[in-house]
């Protein structure tokens, strides 16, 4: 028994720590519309930008900073902070905007003595770039639409006032930008929820990319229609509309579209996805390159099938015995002679570039490694390929010389003693 009340008693202490943990309130900017009719009669949207605090807590709670508009978010069947768990306030940029039914009226399916709904979206966005969330915020109101787009008479909202709301769809994704290589299967997160079981709720899927748009996939939960692959029907069900790219191309980059859809409300992600293909580098001598004094050789690193186009290539020479040092030790030297080939486009729309230049060597720099350092955006790190010079002095026309007389010499003797050990071995033979 006194386990058992140990765990609970920790269980407690550990929900408790994550209660204090939890996100309480975020500073937000609300982004406000002022829609008018100029003087040529077409209608103008101007964005305010106003200060404002996404406040987690209950009705009776008074505004954090009450010289801000308070969006109040009180409890319902959706906790918008489960999307945020590990993350802390100042990590997140968030955004509040009005949202437009365009005078659709659909009354939501929750209880309360309000018929009608002012809605808002908040969007909550990583600074690094880790996730997306947007939430649709509900404020329970007396007034009717007017039956035309609700743009157009947005009911005001003061420097200092407090709106009372509730989650009551949310949607996230962890992939708001992919970077994939070329045959790479990818995976692109969207998740959603909303606060009523059973909505009449549809999901689609699009990919665009210059203008051009193309449906993915689509699934109708009233009438179960399914159109497309790539989003499994099990875990759609539970949510998860992540979409599976089983192929990566270069006719893949564009902006994939993540929507859920339950009237009056209309959610959407993008998910932006690049290309990045790093380059193959190579350089056309050996590890070790033996010349001799005087002599000149064509050095060529070579960078290819990358993408994007931009790549640097850069040659420079240094020491073998301090390259890995780095206390006190001597720059690389930077060559300057260095050219450049044109871009090539290969078949398969990647690019290829050649940096070379003329080694002439000299026994001042026997010895010296020379190093290739490609940089290109797909690569966290340049890739460096290196050769050390060998340079060998040359034989001079002396020593050929000598060598040339000693020969000679040899063959003077030959000729001279050849006849004598004939003759020598004939007289032999007589007696």
Same mark, same amino acid.
């Not at 009608?116 to 007034?143: A, E, M």
């Not at 010079?389 to 003797?413: A, D, K, Q």
């Given at each position: 028994?006194?386990?058992?009340?140990?765990?609970?008693?920790?269980?407690?202490?550990?929900?408790?720590?994550?209660?204090?943990?939890?996100?309480?309130?975020?500073?937000?900017?609300?982004?406000?519309?002022?829609?008018?009719?100029?003087?040529?009669?077409?209608?103008?949207?101007?964005?305010?930008?106003?200060?404002?605090?996404?406040?987690?807590?209950?009705?009776?709670?008074?505004?954090?900073?009450?010289?801000?508009?308070?969006?109040?978010?009180?409890?319902?069947?959706?906790?918008?902070?489960?999307?945020?768990?590990?993350?802390?306030?100042?990590?997140?940029?968030?955004?509040?905007?009005?949202?437009?039914?365009?005078?659709?009226?659909?009354?939501?399916?929750?209880?309360?003595?309000?018929?009608?709904?002012?809605?808002?979206?908040?969007?909550?966005?990583?600074?690094?770039?880790?996730?997306?969330?947007?939430?649709?915020?509900?404020?329970?109101?007396?007034?009717?639409?007017?039956?035309?787009?609700?743009?157009?008479?947005?009911?005001?909202?003061?420097?200092?006032?407090?709106?009372?709301?509730?989650?009551?769809?949310?949607?996230?994704?962890?992939?708001?930008?992919?970077?994939?290589?070329?045959?790479?299967?990818?995976?692109?997160?969207?998740?959603?929820?909303?606060?009523?079981?059973?909505?009449?709720?549809? /999901?689609?899927?699009?990919?665009?990319?210059?203008?051009?748009?193309?449906? !993915?996939? &689509? #699934?109708?939960?009233? *009438?179960?229609? @399914?159109?497309?692959?790539?989003?499994?029907?099990?875990?759609?069900?539970?949510?998860?509309?992540?979409?599976?790219?089983?192929?990566?191309?270069?006719?893949?980059?564009?902006?994939?579209?993540?929507?859920?859809?339950?009237?009056?409300?209309?959610?959407?992600?993008?998910?932006?996805?690049?290309?990045?293909?790093?380059?193959?580098?190579?350089?056309?001598?050996?590890?070790?390159?033996?010349?001799?004094?005087?002599?000149?050789?064509?050095?060529?690193?070579?960078?290819?099938?990358?993408?994007?186009?931009?790549?640097?290539?850069?040659?420079?020479?240094?020491?073998?015995?301090?390259?890995?040092?780095? /206390?006190?030790?001597?720059?690389?030297?930077?060559?300057?002679?260095?050219? !450049?080939? &044109? #871009?090539?486009?290969? *078949?398969?729309? @990647?690019?290829?570039?050649?940096?070379?230049?003329?080694?002439?060597?000299?026994?001042?720099?026997?010895?010296?490694?020379?190093?290739?350092?490609?940089?290109?955006?797909?690569?966290?790190?340049?890739?460096?390929?290196?050769?050390?010079?060998?340079?060998?002095?040359?034989?001079?026309?002396?020593?050929?010389?000598?060598?040339?007389?000693?020969?000679?010499?040899?063959?003077?003797?030959?000729?001279?003693?050849?006849?004598?050990?004939?003759?020598?071995?004939?007289?032999?033979?007589?007696?």
């Amino acid at each position: 028994m006194g386990l058992i009340l140990r765990i609970l008693i920790y269980l407690y202490l550990y929900a408790g720590m994550q209660c204090v943990h939890q996100i309480s309130w975020l500073p937000c900017q609300f982004i406000d519309e002022h829609v008018f009719v100029n003087s040529e009669g077409h209608t103008v949207t101007e964005l305010l930008h106003r200060k404002a605090m996404l406040q987690f807590g209950q009705k009776e709670d008074t505004p954090i900073n009450p010289n801000a508009i308070t969006f109040l978010v009180i409890g319902s069947k959706l906790e918008m902070r489960r999307y945020l768990e590990g993350v802390e306030a100042d990590q997140l940029k968030c955004e509040i905007r009005r949202y437009s039914t365009a005078g659709i009226h659909v009354r939501w399916p929750v209880k309360g003595t309000k018929e009608y709904n002012r809605w808002f979206t908040c969007t909550l966005k990583h600074i690094k770039g880790l996730f997306t969330v947007t939430s649709f915020l509900r404020h329970p109101s007396d007034q009717p639409p007017s039956g035309r787009p609700d743009y157009h008479s947005w009911s005001p909202i003061s420097d200092t006032e407090m709106l009372i709301t509730t989650v009551t769809m949310g949607m996230k994704t962890q992939t708001p930008s992919v970077k994939a290589k070329l045959g790479s299967q990818q995976k692109f997160h969207c998740q959603f929820a909303i606060d009523h079981k059973g909505p009449n709720v549809t /999901v689609e899927w699009h990919w665009q990319n210059r203008g051009e748009r193309t449906r !993915l996939f &689509s #699934h109708a939960s009233r *009438s179960g229609q @399914t159109k497309g692959t790539g989003v499994g029907l099990r875990s759609l069900a539970d949510g998860d509309a992540s979409y599976t790219l089983q192929y990566s191309k270069m006719s893949s980059e564009g902006t994939y579209i993540c929507s859920v859809s339950v009237l009056p409300l209309f959610a959407s992600l993008d998910i932006s996805m690049h290309i990045e293909e790093p380059p193959r580098v190579s350089l056309n001598v050996a590890p070790i390159l033996s010349l001799q004094e005087g002599e000149e050789q064509k050095v060529t690193c070579e960078a290819e099938s990358y993408y994007p186009l931009d790549v640097e290539i850069v040659w420079y020479q240094q020491d073998p015995t301090v390259s890995g040092q780095r /206390v006190g030790s001597p720059l690389p030297k930077v060559l300057q002679n260095v050219l !450049l080939s &044109s #871009h090539k486009h290969n *078949s398969d729309k @990647t690019y290829s570039l050649s940096a070379f230049f003329y080694l002439e060597a000299s026994l001042g720099i026997s010895g010296r490694q020379f190093t290739c350092s490609v940089s290109h955006k797909s690569l966290r790190v340049p890739i460096k390929k290196s050769f050390i010079l060998n340079v060998e002095e040359p034989t001079s026309w002396f020593f050929y010389l000598s060598v040339g007389l000693i020969i000679v010499l040899l063959l003077v003797i030959l000729v001279v003693m050849l006849p004598n050990l004939n003759s020598e071995k004939a007289i032999l033979r007589t007696n």
